[in-house]
Nanobody, 121 residues
Framework: QKQLVESGGGLVQPGGSLTLSCTGS????????LSWYRQGLGKERELVAI??????????NYAESVKGRFTISRDNIKSTVSLQMTSLKPEDTAVYFC????????????WGQGTQVTVSS
């Protein structure tokens, strides 16, 4: 069964840090572009970070709202993709989803179930 499972969400104070993890199973991570999305209450789902590194070629991109605060990274051997979040703001509150899309077949993709991140004092 091909699936993604997120973990690491929770409640954190403004200015704090949190790391989300997503573990895949049933498919080869190395062949997929990995991303984190988020969806705030009443808002559309938005792309937060994308990881498209191949071999030694590093290729990551971030939404302007999180650039310099969030870091996405992958481990193809462990089939994990992580999102390190620092200097968190209340507007970062959302359900965070990991996503995997096949490099050579854009119609093949998987979503995790989502993990809640709440930034509040």
């Amino acid at each position: 069964q091909k699936q993604l499972v997120e973990s690491g969400g929770g409640l954190v104070q403004p200015g704090g840090s949190l790391t989300l993890s997503c573990t895949g199973s049933g498919f080869a991570f190395t062949n997929y572009i990995l991303s984190w999305y988020r969806q705030g209450l009443g808002k559309e789902r938005e792309l937060v970070a994308i990881e498209n590194s191949v071999g030694t070629y590093s290729n990551t991109n971030y939404a302007e709202s999180v650039k310099g605060r969030f870091t996405i990274s992958r481990d193809n051997i462990k089939s994990t993709v992580s999102l390190q979040m620092t200097s968190l703001k209340p507007e970062d509150t959302a359900v965070y989803f990991c996503h995997a899309r096949a490099r050579f077949d854009s119609t093949t993709d998987y979503w995790g179930q989502g993990t809640q991140v709440t930034v509040s004092s």
